[in-house]
């Protein structure tokens, strides 16, 4: 007979803010983000396109957030929400004076970097701190549905460069170092949409202000508007998330400052759409008044950087053309342009020809650089000049929203209020601690070196297993050579063997103290599920197959935006059957819990892992591999057994034996996820490369049987001829 334990829903996680606390840095991450923000904008953008796992970018983001909401007008006594729906339509008329003119396609290129980042702000809003918060899962929806629903072709990124491709204009990858140079980024442009960037890296610490900035600009929806598309997010869930945070703040002891500072994120959206206008005007009145040289200099502007040593012999009023571009900040193109001019390349021959044009035409030794407008605007400048219709050559610069642009250069590297950020190293600390700061990382940037050392260590330990792994009760992690089929097979024999073969059915269940006890000893595992992956697609990273594999995963794991199945809440309706209560694990109280045993090595080498998705992604895509396999077979079905005998709550365990099956959940694919990100590498890189990063993934799935196949290690660790090669 079933001793039945009252069953209770546990209390939904309300949370609309987290504690404010400094952000700690270590000493050298002040100069590093200094000497980036003592430069042009533009170079702010970039660090923060390509760099999502240091200490200096994420200082440069806390920066450049904090100095804009600063500077942020008061917010109004208005709803937030009619706000914006009342300047909506003021702001799309504004845009559409410009539809259509001269001005339009260069406005179009000024809108491109904010359109391909749209959303960036929720990339790392769900994760270990905010989990499972309702508003953060409702969030977490709207991120699902902008990133295709795990489907990269059919994100609202892959979806606007299509737009901007049949406009015309076609941009490299976000993080490809010709990016802003590509799209033409204005300085005002590089500073909007480095705010927008910087938000993904603080999202958690700032979450009321990511709320208002996220429902303010899709309400607003200019980027919609001016690529023709659909809203991305349909206005009745974005009212709804209003709607939801206010009844939330409501009920909040911090309630009302939250709103406000989500007011406050509304009224900077609209401050920045109203500036970047502006911006728009002064460069469509620029447009209007350009002078032939003028336009023709913008082109030799664009094309001067990669004006190479193909051009050594070519001279221009005398001088080398190399020497004329040797700078292309400094070069006088009004000076070129009249040395230009007057050279044998755009005097006509005796039959009418042009040295230039006929040089850029098909078959000339230029063909290829200037597309059909540059070549036509070159044509026209050529017919002047020899027309004699050539005046004193004096260029207008653009110079549009440059004013606004210096303003904010020097707000923000003014640098921050003292009481914000304190700058010291992390070190000692045990592994409580380390586990608290990993959770709450944006809190604590200074404790990723310390996470990067403790990553590292897991995955070469985790190597012993390439050799003694077959003796694994749960996995085999033992080494062998790569190909999709073996890897299936791999995968297949682990399954039956080691998971399902091997069950039998409980004849004598454990006592309730004990099986209360094993439910404690997995619970640090459980309460970061999913944590492998929570960074995984984010900013810039959304471009391979298995991006949109991983991610699909992720939002599995939280739900998919329905916060009664995401995988904490589960585990804590486990605990609070079993009446284990605790403190959120990004609290101070939980450094001080003692109902669960200090075994903390597991979930820092996960969380450590998981701070690391560029240079350790091929090893997060072998951990998926490990972890989305231990859902299957013996171990939970004696696990449900067990709580079902007590009266305990099994919802966690029979979620993870249906959503992980081997038929088409997520260990097989976790299995073709391994296998198309090795076909992508083959494709690009070649064999070679597959089978140096196969290491990594197999090396990344071995950490995972590693901290699992605790017997296994023991024994290793306990025979002399083996334990000199574990790290004790």
Not at 16 to 21: A, E, F, G, Q, V
Not at 193 to 203: D, I, P, W
Not at 391 to 400: D, R, W
Request: net charge negative.
């Amino acid at each position: 007979m079933r001793n039945a334990e009252p069953q209770t829903e546990p209390r939904l996680d309300t949370t609309t803010s987290l504690p404010i606390h400094p952000h700690r840095f270590s000493p050298e991450a002040s100069d590093a983000a200094g000497a980036v923000l003592a430069r042009q904008p533009r170079v702010w953008l970039e660090r923060l396109l390509t760099d999502a796992e240091s200490q200096k970018a994420r200082l440069l983001a806390l920066r450049i957030a904090d100095a804009v909401f600063d500077t942020a007008p008061g917010h109004a006594e208005a709803d937030p929400a009619e706000l914006v729906l009342h300047r909506r339509e003021a702001l799309q008329a504004r845009i559409d004076r410009h539809r259509g003119g001269p001005a339009w396609n260069g406005l179009v290129r000024q809108r491109a970097p904010l359109a391909l980042i749209a959303g960036s702000w929720l990339d790392m809003v769900s994760q270990p701190a905010t989990e499972p918060a309702v508003i953060v899962n409702r969030l977490s929806a709207h991120r699902l549905a902008l990133k295709g629903d795990g489907v990269v072709t059919d994100s609202l990124e892959a979806a606007r460069r299509r737009a901007l491709e049949a406009a015309g204009i076609h941009l490299p990858a976000l993080r490809a170092a010709d990016f802003t140079h590509r799209s033409e980024t204005r300085p005002l442009t590089a500073v909007h949409t480095a705010f927008y960037a910087a938000l993904s890296l603080v999202s958690a610490t700032r979450l009321p202000e990511v709320i208002g900035v996220h429902c303010a600009y899709f309400l607003l929806g200019v980027d919609d508007h001016v690529l023709g598309g659909e809203a991305a997010i349909p206005e009745t869930d974005l009212l709804a998330v209003f709607d939801q945070y206010r009844l939330l703040c409501d009920g909040s002891a911090t309630g009302e400052d939250d709103w406000n500072r989500l007011q406050r994120a509304v009224t900077t959206v609209l401050a920045l759409e109203e500036e970047h206008l502006d911006m728009a005007d002064e460069f469509a009145s620029w447009i209007e008044h350009l002078s032939i040289d003028d336009k023709v200099a913008a082109i030799i502007a664009r094309h001067m950087p990669f004006a190479g040593k193909q051009h050594r012999q070519v001279k221009v009023g005398g001088r080398l053309l190399t020497d004329w571009f040797a700078d292309p900040v400094r070069t006088d193109l009004a000076a070129f342009l009249d040395a230009l001019g007057s050279s044998r390349q755009v005097s006509p021959r005796a039959d009418g020809t042009v040295r230039f044009m006929e040089a850029i035409k098909f078959g000339g030794p230029m063909f290829g650089i200037f597309d059909a407008e540059e070549a036509a605007t070159f044509a026209e400048w050529v017919d002047a000049v020899n027309a004699g219709e050539r005046c004193e050559i004096t260029l207008s610069p653009n110079e549009a929203g440059d004013a606004a642009a210096r303003r904010w250069h020097d707000r923000i590297a003014a640098g921050p209020a003292a009481e914000r950020i304190v700058f010291e190293p992390s070190g000692g600390l045990d592994d409580r601690e380390l586990f608290y700061r990993l959770v709450n990382v944006e809190q604590f940037p200074n404790v990723l070196p310390m996470a990067r050392e403790r990553a590292e260590q897991g995955l070469t330990e985790a190597e012993i297993l390439f050799e003694h792994g077959g003796d694994g009760r749960y996995t085999d992690a033992s080494w062998f050579e790569y190909t999709p089929k073996a890897l299936l097979e791999r995968a297949e024999a682990i399954y039956w063997r080691k998971l399902v073969e091997p069950y039998r059915r409980l004849e004598e269940v454990p006592g309730r103290d004990e099986v209360v006890f094993g439910q404690k000893l997995t619970a640090f595992g459980s309460m970061v599920d999913g944590a492998w992956a929570h960074r995984i697609g984010g900013l810039g990273r959304y471009d391979r197959r298995a991006d949109g594999m991983l991610l699909g995963i992720y939002a599995d794991e939280m739900g998919r935006g329905d916060v009664a199945k995401n995988h904490i809440t589960l585990i804590r309706r486990v605990l609070e059957s079993m009446g284990v209560r605790l403190p959120h694990i990004r609290s101070e109280q939980f450094k001080d819990q003692a109902e669960l045993p200090d075994i903390y090595a597991f979930p820092i080498h996960q969380l450590s892992l998981a701070l690391f998705p560029d240079s350790l992604y091929d090893e997060i895509v072998g951990y998926n591999l490990g972890i989305e396999m231990l859902g299957l077979g013996e171990m939970r079905l004696h696990e449900i057994q067990k709580l079902r005998r007590w009266g305990f709550d099994t919802v966690y365990e029979e979620a993870h034996l249906t959503i992980d099956n081997f038929s088409s959940g997520h260990a097989r694919q976790s299995v073709d996820l391994v296998n198309v990100h090795l076909d992508d590498i083959a494709r690009h890189s070649g064999e070679e490369e597959v089978r140096r990063r196969w290491r990594r993934v197999w090396r990344g799935y071995a950490s995972f049987a590693y901290h699992l196949e605790v017997d296994l290690v023991n024994r290793l660790r306990a025979a002399p001829e083996l334990s000199a090669e574990l790290v004790i």
